[in-house]
């Protein structure tokens, strides 16, 4: 069955320091998958997605993710964190067939960024 | 484009009491969908629809029902609230099921 596992609930980093957001898969066939954003009281934000070909995907405000399909992992990674960055982000994978596919959410890992 | 839609933005009903949820979306976008979403559990597929006039469960459907006459609109009905369905949903719409979705701002419903 498909499934998505964010193993950290909140992840603390301080301002000006790389930061990891880690993401492990599980799904039949080729994996999608996806990385959203949500500032508070606000709906997800799309960040990035990847289909296919080059391992690590680049999304918007600075972020990229690294798929590594040995290890089922698609984490987000940002070189240089800001204060701004601090919210609540979401790994999402693809699955089912046809017209009918889905997309099955993780638990979502808190990033706070401190000053 | 003023994109994906929701009302209300709070609302709060009384055990029992039925409710509609509104969604709309002016992207002419086939898929969409109705999600909850509760603290440490993420986002949770109650129903969506792949075009007018189609639709089907996702994995918490019960007490919940849709429909979807036209492209633009996904309204969600609940039929009789519980207090287990106190939440924050969201409607997302998207090209294609599957792909990059756009989500809007949220309900947050409380069931007393």
């Known amino acids: 069955a498909q499934s998505v596992a964010q193993p950290e609930d909140q992840v603390n980093v301080a301002e000006g320091n790389p930061l990891t957001v880690k993401c492990t898969y599980s799904?039949?066939?080729?994996?999608?998958l996806f990385w959203y954003v949500q500032y508070p009281n606000r709906g997800l934000q799309f960040l990035l997605k990847y289909i296919t070909g080059d391992n690590l995907v680049k999304g918007s405000y600075g972020f990229e993710a690294e798929f590594n399909k040995s290890q089922t992992s698609f984490h987000l990674k940002k070189p240089s964190a800001l204060v701004s960055d601090s919210a609540l982000y979401f790994c999402a994978v693809r699955w089912g067939s046809g017209g009918y596919q889905k997309v099955t959410f993780g638990t979502g890992t808190k990033l706070q960024v401190i000053p | 484009n003023a994109g994906v839609t929701q009302t209300p933005k709070f609302q709060v009903l009384k055990t029992g009491q039925s409710m509609t949820l509104q969604c709309a979306q002016d992207m002419n976008h086939e898929y969409m969908s109705w999600y909850r979403q509760d603290p440490g559990m993420g986002l949770r597929l109650i129903h969506y629809?792949?075009?007018?006039?189609?639709?089907d469960q996702g994995e918490v459907p019960n007490g919940y029902n849709v429909s979807r006459s036209t492209t633009e609109d996904f309204p969600l009905r609940l039929l009789s609230a519980a207090p287990s369905q106190t939440s924050v949903y969201f409607c997302?719409?998207?090209?294609?099921?599957?792909?990059?979705?756009?989500f809007g701002p949220g309900t947050r419903l409380t069931v007393l």
């Open positions: 629809s792949v075009g007018a006039g189609i639709t």
């Open positions: 997302a719409s998207s090209i294609s099921g599957g792909n990059t979705q756009y």
């Open positions: 799904v039949s066939g080729n994996p999608y």
